[in-house]
């Protein structure tokens, strides 16, 4: 009997789940490298052509300045992390009972559905002076501001998922006599998963960004303070500044990272390869 030649790297005799692991490690490979590549040409641009610090630092300074810089650094992302998940948990519970009802009832979708795709159209830069002028400096604005705008995808997600379940399943589960609730459960909200955590997956993009830019209107603590205090300070701490982005992205792939792991942990017959 023939057999199929392993993957690179993978044992013959492993486990699927541990065949999975390995395989998801290598495609972590070339972004990688990507980036290392990346940061070595940034390196050598700025020492062979001397570039000011105070412009551009290369990436070697950028690392050691913000790990001096880690005391004020660590409560700063603290803050705005805390932010980011509170403001998160927020539009999850706001956007999921809110697409069941537009799901549900015609006149709310006709109705709500048009104002949720509006709210959009508002700059979180234009908002956040608002927030802060009438709920003040506390964390409750900032949780707001990032919940406002990491629920649309959210919601939108949920709302596609439910109306994508199989009409016929559903009119099989009526003749059954299944309850409105019983077709939500069993039908319904498994057919939303995957878009519900689409749209999740996207909103952690939006969490961090959102957060950062109500923190600059007006806060005491966190990454956009942070970042404000670098870059006013004389002479100006671009280094530090910069650290503080790759700071932030780097929370932004870790809290993605959970997102996908939870998706995993929900679905996992969408991860379950071939044995």
């Not at 070697?60 to 803050?79: G, I, Y």
């Not at 932004?252 to 017959?269: E, Y």
């Amino acid at each position: 009997m023939r057999t199929v030649a392993a993957l690179p790297g993978v044992a013959a005799g492993s486990t699927p789940q541990r065949r999975r692991s390995l395989l998801r490690l290598g495609r972590l490979g070339p972004p990688v490298v990507l980036l290392a590549a990346a940061a070595g040409a940034w390196q050598a641009i700025t020492s062979a052509l001397h570039v000011d610090p105070t412009v551009l630092p290369g990436p070697v300074l950028v690392v050691t300045a913000t790990w001096a810089e880690r005391a004020q650094l660590w409560p700063a992302m603290v803050t705005t992390t805390l932010e980011a998940l509170l403001g998160l948990a927020l539009s999850v519970a706001v956007a999921l009972p809110l697409a069941v009802s537009i799901d549900w009832w015609r006149p709310v979708r006709s109705g709500v559905y048009p104002l949720i795709v509006a709210s959009q159209t508002l700059p979180v830069i234009v908002l956040a002076p608002l927030v802060v002028i009438w709920f003040g400096f506390g964390l409750g604005p900032k949780i707001a501001l990032v919940a406002l705008f990491s629920f649309f995808p959210i919601a939108v997600g949920a709302v596609q998922g439910l109306g994508s379940a199989d009409p016929e399943v559903l009119d099989l589960l009526r003749t059954m006599r299944a309850t409105r609730r019983q077709l939500l459960t069993k039908v319904k909200l498994p057919c939303a998963l995957p878009q519900v955590f689409t749209g999740l997956e996207i909103s952690v993009t939006y969490a961090f960004t959102s957060a950062i830019v109500a923190e600059w209107v007006g806060a005491t603590q966190g990454l956009g303070v942070f970042m404000t205090a670098a870059a006013n300070d004389a002479p100006r701490q671009t280094d530090v500044v910069l650290g503080a982005t790759v700071v932030t992205a780097l929370l932004t792939v870790a809290l993605f990272g959970v997102v996908a792991a939870l998706q995993r942990a929900a679905m996992p017959w969408r991860s379950r390869g071939p044995a």
